[in-house]
């Protein structure tokens, strides 16, 4: 067993530097032997920079489908032929009910998502900032959207709302976008994170694993998301979706799934991780693992699609390993 590497790995990432380009591909090859054993050091890794802390994000699909891009893996794009529901955006007091009962099963944090390239309806971006304010002033949650390719003057718009944090994926490594999505460029993401930054917002960045990609452009991804110093990552698992472009891929086994999160956690020892899609059809009934493996966080309640875990069943779990849900107090 190399011990000695794992070993070398975790005590950098214990010190909340980075592992090496070289390293990271090296846990590719790692034997589920070796990689129980990282897991403990990647757990040492958790509770040092996270403590027991386990975060709870909800989101609400508040605007769904007809989306003009042709994102792969997306059941919203119009490119495709699949169940997705497709309605306007919500009105203000839909969103600030689902806010509610996101804060009543003990999320902190709560999302509103919409479909499209970007919210430049006036009217539309208008009652998304009325509902941010409702948001802050009637819960205690921590207010994020993702609206996609956003400029930065309506960015400072939000959070002048009160808006907390934006949230805009990369999707994948640069060197395989091109095989996702054609409609808009990896540079036009990076972009959307730039402005939210530069508007003074936290930023949450992640990405969606299992969609083709090879090992080593998951750690590029990684490194990527590290040089643009953002908040949080989530980890999305690709659920494939019949009529999607990518529904000929199968889930990823749980265990290359630990050794993703494992990867994460050491390229970026500091961040918080969440995993939100795709947790329940790969980890099944071992998802207390995802937290040894270097994940602080998770996505509570539904998708954007499809359903989620029952909060409670998450919340029982978290519980029973020991760990804290993070609750708001009301």
């Not at 959207?145 to 994948?172: I, V």
């Not at 999505?181 to 949450?204: F, I, M, P, R, W």
């Not at 110093?229 to 630990?258: C, M, Q, R, V, W």
Request: glycine share 8%; hydrophobic share 35%.
């Amino acid at each position: 067993m190399r011990t000695e590497l794992i070993d070398t790995m975790v005590d950098t990432a214990l010190k909340g530097e980075s592992i090496s380009h070289d390293q990271a591909l090296q846990l590719e090859s790692l034997t589920h032997e070796e990689l129980d054993y990282l897991f403990l050091g990647t757990d040492r890794i958790r509770d040092h920079f996270k403590g027991q802390d386990v975060k709870i994000c909800s989101i609400v699909n508040a605007k769904s489908g007809k989306c003009v891009e042709d994102c792969s893996f997306c059941a919203q794009s119009s490119s495709f032929q699949t169940d997705s529901p497709e309605y306007e955006l919500m009105d203000v007091e839909q969103i600030v009910t689902a806010a509610k009962e996101a804060e009543s099963f003990g999320a902190n944090e709560f999302s509103i998502v919409v479909s499209g390239t970007a919210m430049d309806d006036r009217k539309e971006l208008d009652r998304v900032i009325e509902a941010i304010k409702r948001i802050k002033a009637e819960t205690q949650l921590e207010t994020c959207c993702s609206l996609g390719l956003m400029p930065m003057e309506h960015l400072r718009e939000l959070k002048e709302a009160g808006l907390d944090r934006c949230h805009h994926n990369l999707e994948t490594a640069k060197s395989h976008f091109d095989k996702v999505v054609s409609t808009h460029t990896y540079e036009d993401e990076v972009s959307a994170v730039q402005n939210a930054k530069d508007a003074g917002l936290q930023v949450c960045v992640g990405g969606i694993f299992g969609m083709g990609e090879s090992f080593a452009q998951r750690a590029e991804l990684a490194f990527s998301i590290r040089d643009l110093e953002t908040e949080s990552f989530p980890i999305n698992f690709l659920k494939p979706i019949e009529g999607t472009g990518l529904d000929h891929l199968k889930p990823l086994g749980h265990y290359e799934a630990l050794r993703t999160i494992a990867l994460l956690r050491l390229i970026l020892p500091k961040i918080d991780l969440f995993v939100c899609g795709g947790r329940e059809e790969v980890f099944t009934d071992q998802q207390e693992r995802l937290f040894s493996a270097g994940a602080n966080g998770i996505l509570g309640g539904n998708y954007l699609t499809t359903k989620g875990e029952d909060p409670k069943r998450d919340i029982k779990m978290i519980e029973k390993i020991g760990l804290q849900p993070v609750y708001t107090s009301i």
